[in-house]
């Protein structure tokens, strides 16, 4: 079955630093582009950042410096850390793959965890 | 940045009656326009890419049309398990979201 499982979400204080994990059964990882994808409570979706089959990697504004992607595809397995954060970077964080033929619309999506920034 | 804007923000709907949920782009996307559905507490689920190709498994009830800027999600006859939020997405450049269209039970 084809699936993505996060992990690593919790409660931080402003300022600190947390590695979210995004394991993934059913496909490689590394063949796909995979995404996060963060949702504020209450709010709607944004996407955060990206990491190309080739390796290359990109940031939403309202991350970049700060946040970055990787994947170890011994593990199979996403990865984000997350450092300096901020009360707006609560939410629900998300892995997500984007699959060949399907242009680059999300078609798997892990379950989610939550991240609470405050102190 | 292209900002995706949908209408309405909310939409009551009686089950089998038809809804129609609308999408606009501040800028061209042309067809790299997708669709999801998310339950609460539950993860987005695709339905619709490519403006109009319904993902695997998805219902025929579901239809997409448009391009350019404008874009229209329709679902022919509403059954209880559609009340959601749906959202639209532009991947055209980058990705981004609109702000979601609750539909809900009239």
């Known amino acids: 079955e084809v699936q993505l499982v996060e992990s690593g979400g919790g409660l931080v204080q402003p300022g600190g630093s947390l590695r979210l994990s995004c394991a993934a059964s059913g496909f490689i990882v590394s063949s796909n582009y995979m995404n996060w994808v963060r949702q504020a409570p209450g709010k709607g979706l944004e996407w955060v950042s990206v990491?190309?089959?080739?390796?290359?990697?990109y940031y939403a504004d309202s991350v970049k410096g700060r946040f970055t992607i990787s994947r170890d595809n011994s593990k199979n397995t996403l990865y984000l850390q997350m450092n300096s954060l901020r009360a707006e970077d609560t939410a629900v964080y998300y892995c997500?793959?984007?699959?060949?033929?399907?242009?680059?619309?999300?078609?798997?999506w892990g379950q989610g965890t939550m991240v609470t920034v405050s102190s | 940045e292209i900002v995706m804007t949908q209408s309405p923000a909310t939409l009551s709907v009686s089950p089998g009656e038809r809804a129609t949920l609308s999408c606009r782009a501040s800028q061209s996307v042309s067809s790299n326009l997708a669709w999801y559905q998310q339950k609460p507490g539950q993860a987005p689920r695709l339905l619709i890419y490519g403006a109009s190709t319904r993902a695997t498994g998805i219902p025929a009830r579901f239809s997409g049309s448009g391009s350019g800027t404008e874009f229209t999600l329709t679902i022919s006859s509403l059954q209880s398990e559609d009340f959601a939020v749906y959202y639209c997405?532009?991947?055209?450049?980058?990705?981004?979201f609109g702000q979601g269209t609750k539909v809900e039970i009239k």
């Open positions: 997500a793959r984007v699959s060949a033929g399907i242009e680059d619309a999300f078609d798997i």
């Open positions: 990491i190309y089959s080739g390796g290359s990697t």
């Open positions: 997405q532009q991947y055209n450049n980058w990705w981004t």
